[in-house]
């Protein structure tokens, strides 16, 4: 079965770190781009970071830049978000995804990020 | 970035009911249309990529067109697993997404 499965969150401080893990069971993650999703309570979808099937390419969206970090083990078959300088309106349920054929068709349960002191 | 703009931002149906749901990129984004449901505290579910290609295991009441900027979400005959939030995406250029059509029961 193919399968993500999200860890690392929880409730961290305004200007906290924080990293997420997903990890990839029933394909190689290898072949694949692999992105970075996360929704905000009662919002709608935001897509937050890709990255390439070697980890070359990195893209990310304007409310993440320079403060998170996309990056992947394919040995491990895993990947993963670093979250820095993580601010209030950074709470949300972060999912990742895999993409095939420039659609997300495998996602994973989330992982819930609380910012707040 | 292109920006996504669904409408309705919801809608009330009955099972039975053809509904329709618009999505309009701010640029061309060629074929990479893709749609998405998503019910409360579940993931997102791919229904329609490439503008109309059904994704596997979705029922065929589910339909996608369009092109360019201007698309459509069509499901023939509304059923009750149906009563959901969907989403418009492109992939064009990275990702973003409509703001959401919330589906309800009149």
């Known amino acids: 079965e193919v399968q993500l499965v999200e860890s690392g969150g929880g409730l961290v401080q305004p200007g906290g770190s924080l990293r997420l893990a997903c990890a990839a069971s029933?394909?190689?993650?290898?072949?694949?781009?692999m992105l970075w999703f996360r929704q905000a309570p009662g919002k709608g979808l935001e897509w937050v970071a890709l990255?390439?099937?070697?980890?070359?390419?990195?893209y990310y969206a304007d409310s993440v830049k320079g403060r998170f970090t996309i990056s992947r083990d394919n040995a491990r078959n895993s990947l993963f978000l670093q979250m820095n300088s993580l601010r209030a309106d950074d709470t949300a349920v972060y999912y990742c995804?895999?993409?095939?054929?420039?659609?997300?068709?495998?996602w994973g349960l989330g992982t819930l990020v609380t910012v707040s002191s | 970035d292109i920006q996504m703009t669904q409408s309705p931002s919801s809608l009330s149906a009955s099972v039975g009911d053809r509904v329709t749901i618009t999505c309009r990129a701010s640029?061309?984004?060629?074929?990479?249309l893709n749609w998405y449901q998503q019910k409360p505290g579940k993931a997102p579910k791919l229904l329609i990529y490439?503008?109309?290609t059904l994704q596997s295991g979705v029922p065929s009441r589910f339909s996608g067109s369009g092109s360019g900027t201007e698309f459509t979400l069509t499901i023939s005959s509304l059923q009750p697993e149906d009563f959901a939030t969907y989403y418009c995406?492109?992939?064009?250029?990275?990702?973003?997404f409509g703001q959401g059509t919330r589906v309800e029961f009149k």
């Open positions: 995804a895999r993409d095939v054929s420039a659609a997300e068709d495998c």
């Open positions: 029933g394909f190689t993650i290898s072949r694949h781009w």
């Open positions: 990255i390439n099937q070697d980890g070359g390419e990195e």
């Open positions: 640029q061309t984004v060629r074929n990479y």
């Open positions: 490439g503008v109309s």
């Open positions: 995406q492109q992939s064009s250029r990275t990702r973003s």
